[in-house]
């Protein structure tokens, strides 16, 4: 290994008897990121949690933790801890009692237990709540003891497996903040497992998208959302229309021919697509824009498309407005158009209207 990462996946197989839960995966996970594994439930991602901790063994492959190779190593053997979605609190134990028992166990001098226990309480601002019984505290509240227990052991690399799951839908977007700047203060590597892609992309420096086992891409939040690597990152990853096309050219620019025969120009084509070949062009909703029959220039831009539709529905949702248009050959689009002015003049049902974008924020990917 010509360099040390926080962690490394080598290959990494998981198989239960004929199943495959993580088919040859390999990651490279800097030190001091906050790097998650998101995707669909079964997708692979807490078994992957779960080998790194020690609490599974890989049937394949090798995983190393700041170059030591981990093998058979037990968890508490392991420069790792986890944190749970059901936090596994003691209930009978004070907070600051919760945060000490993994000290204790490892029979650290009391001074030294109060000290760091101190110190945990004021990493998570609950310094106040030292005497307190877990039933006592909030969701959220409970989620930061569970934090401070973990982070008190000062671990190498700190696993999390939907730690926010439990919490309500204000709480946990408050939360995802709150554990972001407690990541970057304390600066360990925070390894995340979520299906929640708006949570990923809050949250993480790198993000790993797995379905099936297999890691379909890593990138950073921009990447994977604006440059999705095929068809299930695209679609896993907020709203996404697919636009059946057949591709025309792919050098010296990749031309694609809708149903209705219109043809545009795309910025990018997933590899092993050829000249002929069925696709669909990849478009986010609020990269697309809606015109008025008569608003289309005389001398349109080669690289902006220009196709016609029909409004076929329409959606408020306070910030904007889904407007859902069926294309020529019949296809459907959502076109989201933000509501920037009280009064205007809203698209009505069965009108005309022309959709348009920029080449560059279309994406050509396999069926």
């Given at each position: 290994m010509t360099k040390t990462y926080a962690v490394e996946l080598q290959d990494v197989v998981?198989?239960?008897g004929d199943v495959v839960a993580v088919n040859h995966v390999s990651l490279q996970i800097q030190d001091g990121e906050f790097f998650s594994l998101l995707g669909p439930s079964g997708c692979g991602k807490t078994t992957t949690l779960r080998m790194i901790a020690g609490f599974e063994m890989p049937t394949g492959g090798a995983i190393y933790i700041h170059g030591e190779r981990q093998g058979y190593r037990p968890p508490n053997k392991r420069p790792v801890n986890t944190v749970?979605?059901?936090?596994?609190?003691?209930?009978?134990?004070?907070?600051?009692?919760n945060i000490a028992f993994g000290m204790e166990m490892q029979k650290?001098?009391?001074d030294e237990i109060n000290r760091r226990v101190s110190e945990a309480l004021d990493m998570v601002r609950l310094s106040n709540m030292a005497s307190r019984k877990p039933k006592q505290l909030s969701g959220g509240q409970q989620q930061r003891i569970a934090l401070a227990r973990a982070l008190v052991n000062r671990p190498k690399v700190l696993l999390?497996?939907?730690p926010l799951g439990a919490l309500d839908l204000k709480l946990r977007k408050a939360m995802q903040i709150e554990l972001k700047a407690l990541q970057e203060e304390v600066g360990i590597t925070f390894i995340y497992v979520t299906h929640d892609q708006e949570e990923a992309l809050t949250m993480s420096d790198r993000i790993a998208v797995m379905n099936n086992g297999i890691v379909h891409q890593v990138g950073d939040p921009e990447t994977i959302y604006e440059h999705p690597a095929d068809r299930f990152v695209a679609d896993f990853i907020g709203e996404t229309n697919f636009i059946p096309v057949k591709i025309i050219s792919l050098a010296p620019e990749i031309v694609v021919a809708l149903g209705s025969g219109e043809q545009v120009v795309a910025g990018w084509a997933e590899e092993g697509l050829a000249v002929g070949d069925r696709a669909v062009l990849s478009i986010r909703p609020e990269k697309m824009d809606m015109l008025e029959l008569n608003e289309v220039p005389k001398t349109p831009a080669h690289n902006t498309a220009?196709?016609?539709?029909?409004?076929?529905h329409l959606v408020y949702v306070g910030t904007d407005t889904r407007h859902t248009v069926t294309l020529g050959d019949g296809t459907?689009?959502?076109?989201?158009?933000q509501n920037m002015y009280i009064g205007e003049e809203p698209w009505e049902l069965g009108e005309a209207t022309i959709v348009t974008w920029n080449a560059a924020h279309a994406r050509v990917l396999k069926e």
């Open positions: 998981k198989q239960f749970f979605q059901n936090y596994a609190l003691f209930p009978h134990m004070t907070v600051a009692e650290i001098p009391k999390l497996d939907e220009y196709v016609k539709g029909k409004v076929t459907e689009v959502v076109v989201r158009l």
